[in-house]
Each structure stands twice: as C-alpha cells, then as structure tokens.
T-cell receptor
C-alpha cells in the first residue's frame, strides 16, 4: 500500500490564487515528520516546510503553510498568492521510524503550473 | 551556504559501460543518499550511508553499488549500464535524524542516458 499519496498528478492555477496540494500518509508510528519539497524544471530539490507529528500548530514558512490534520492523516501544502515562479513539481515526504532505523518515504509528486 | 555537489549534470553512456556518479557534501553530514527519479514514480531510494564505509540497500539496489570512503563523498556505481537505468539521479545528505531545523539537502541531479 502507498504510504504517501499525492492524488493530484497535475494542477493548473491562476496567478495570485491560493493553491492546495494534497498529501495523505499512512503510518502506525506515533513520532514521524512530514516534509514538502519543490523541484523546478532545473532539477534541484528545494526544502519548503516541515511538520512534526507532535507539533500542535500548523507549520508556516512565508507563503507556505502546512494544513496538518493528524486524525485524517493528511498534510496538505497551501501556497498563498501564487506566483509564476511557483510552477514546479512538489513532493511530499514522510520520515518514520526512530534513530538510525528511520525511513524517508516520498510521494509521486504533483506538477503545479501557474497561469499568468 | 550548504552545498551538495554532483559531479556530472548530464551524461550519455553506452550499454555495458561502467558509470560513476560522484557526490560531495560540505556540511559534515552523517547521512548520504542516492535516489533515482522517474516520471510518476517520485523518488526511489537506491542506497544510503549513515557513516564512512557503511551502506544500506534502499528500495531498488539491483544493478547499482556505492562507495563511501570519506564522510563528504558518496559515489554511485553502475557496474554495467543498461538502458533501463536511463534516469535522473539525485544525491542528498542530512544530519543523523532529519526533522525540525535539520532538513535533507539535495544536489542538482545527474541526468543519465544509456544508449
């Protein structure tokens, strides 16, 4: 079974609109972490935001926020006021396990295209 | 500024050739990773290393080997390249346990075409 699911293979959004990229996860661990990365067409992976499973508040970083709904096991990325430069692939990832036995599990990604 | 450097951005190799992909990080990170990225499949872990000379198989190690002789350098080796290894390869590093304030850093990727 998929441990990280990104249900939207692609999205088109008008510039300046808010965007929500979906990510659901599956783990039986109590302690885990969730990451979002952006990958522009140039290929580099850029860290955006992190949410720990024990964090009670949703993480925010500038225009990025993570809508963390623990009971539903979802960790959606919200981008406010989208810009043309936000066009990229976006990956959700989960760290589960403890210490040296942790694993990083990646979703298949969502391709976001911002229309002018 | 943190940096993960992959030696080759674009390579074209022939079937059967031995291929080396080199990765160097300057952050004194314990962990280093090699991923393969294909459209619709996300990132798939090939190998990772949590210390010098230590390596662990990831999800798709077949056809690959790795070497970590120094902490800052992690090499991916394709012993005999095949066309199904045409892909984008990403190297990454992190401190011992990625999480708050300690993320995973990636190189720019190496696009390998095997003909």
């Amino acid at each position: 079974a998929q441990k990280i699911t990104q249900t939207q293979p692609g999205m088109f959004v008008q510039e300046k609109e808010a965007v929500t990229l979906d990510c659901t996860y599956d783990t039986s661990d109590q302690s885990y972490g969730l990451f979002w990365y952006k990958q522009p067409s140039s290929g580099e992976m850029i860290f955006l935001i992190y949410q720990g499973s024990y964090d009670e508040q949703n993480a925010t970083e500038g225009r990025y926020s993570l809508n963390f709904q623990k009971a539903r096991k979802s960790a959606n990325l919200v981008i406010s006021a989208s810009q043309l430069g936000d066009s990229a692939m976006y990956f959700c990832a989960m760290r589960e396990g403890e210490g040296s036995n942790y694993q990083l599990i990646w979703g298949a990604g969502t391709k976001l295209i911002i229309k002018p | 500024d943190v940096k993960v450097t992959q030696s080759s951005r674009y390579l074209v190799k022939r079937t059967g050739e031995k291929v080396f992909l080199e990765c160097v990080q300057d952050m004194d990170h314990e962990n280093m990773f090699w991923y393969r990225q294909d459209p619709g499949l996300g990132l798939r872990l090939i190998y990772f290393s949590y210390d010098v000379k230590m390596k662990e198989k990831g999800d798709i190690p077949e056809g690959y080997s790795v070497s970590r002789e120094k902490k800052e350098r992690f090499s991916l080796i394709l012993e005999s390249a095949s066309t199904n290894q045409t892909s984008m390869y990403l190297c990454a590093s992190s401190l011992f346990y990625p999480g708050e304030g300690n993320t995973i850093y990636f190189g720019e990727g190496s696009w390998l075409t095997v003909v």
